[in-house]
C-alpha cells in the first residue's frame, strides 16, 4: 500500500495546495495531510482550525487524512508508515529550499522518498502569506482559497481589528 504525506502550514489552505491534495490523492492509496504544529511561525490560525478547514475542503475524498504534527518531517513519516513525501513546487524560488530539505530528509531516512508536483498554471503566483496579506487590507481573496476559508479569513480578520 502506498501511503504519502503532504506536510505544509495551511495558514490557510489555498486553492494551490487543494489542488495538489486533489492530484496527488488519485497517486497513492492513502494521502496523510499534515498540518505543521509550529508555535514559532505564530499563524493566524491555531492548528485545530486549520485542520478543520482542511477536512471541509477533503471531504469528498475518501482516501486522504488531515493529521497535525509537530517535530521532524521524517519522523512523523516514519510514524505514519508513510514512503513518500509530497510538496508542491511553483516558481525557481520554491526549488534551492526544496532541493536541500529533500535531501537532508532523505539523508536521515533512505526510505522516505520525496515526490514533487508542479504547481497548475493558474496557481502558480499563489501562496498562503499574500492571501493573508490582500484578506488584510479588506482584498477579495475568494478567487483565492476554498469557499470555507473565505469566510473564516473575513471573520479572523474582522476580529483582529477590533483587538488591535
Ligand atoms: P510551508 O509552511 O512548508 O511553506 P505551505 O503551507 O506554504 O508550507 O505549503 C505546503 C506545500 O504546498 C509546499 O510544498 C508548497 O510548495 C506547496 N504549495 C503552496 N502553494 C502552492 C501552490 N499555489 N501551488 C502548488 N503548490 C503549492
Redesign the pocket.
Known amino acids: 500500500m502506498l501511503k504519502a504525506i ?6 490557510p ?5 487543494e ?2 491534495i486533489r492530484r496527488s490523492s488519485r497517486l497513492v492509496d492513502e494521502l496523510i495531510v499534515g498540518v ?1 504544529n ?1 508555535k514559532a ?1 505564530s499563524p493566524l490560525f491555531s492548528v485545530e482550525e486549520r485542520v478543520k478547514m482542511l477536512e471541509e475542503v477533503t471531504k469528498d475524498l475518501a482516501n486522504v487524512r488531515i493529521i497535525p504534527f509537530g517535530g521532524l518531517l521524517v519522523d512523523f513519516a516514519r510514524r505514519m508508515d508513510a514512503g513518500m513525501i ?5 516558481a525557481i524560488t ?1 526549488f534551492e529550499y ?1 532541493l536541500q530539505m529533500s535531501q537532508m530528509n532523505h539523508k536521515m531516512e533512505a526510505g522516505v522518498e520525496t515526490v ?5 498554471l493558474e ?7 499574500t492571501v493573508k496579506e490582500v484578506a488584510a487590507f479588506g482584498g477579495d481573496i475568494s478567487q483565492f482559497v476554498p469557499d470555507v476559508v473565505a469566510d473564516r479569513i473575513t471573520e479572523k480578520m474582522n476580529k483582529k481589528e477590533s483587538v488591535d
Do not use: A, M, Q, W
Not at 503532504?6 to 495558514?11: C, I, K, N, Q
Not at 489552505?13 to 495546495?17: C, K, Q
Open positions: 503532504y506536510p505544509g502550514s495551511f495558514d489552505v489555498t486553492l494551490g495546495h489542488d495538489i505543521l509550529n511561525k509530497i510538496r508542491g513546487l511553483r520554491d526544496e514533487f508536483l508542479t504547481t497548475s496557481y502558480s503566483y499563489l501562496s498562503s502569506s
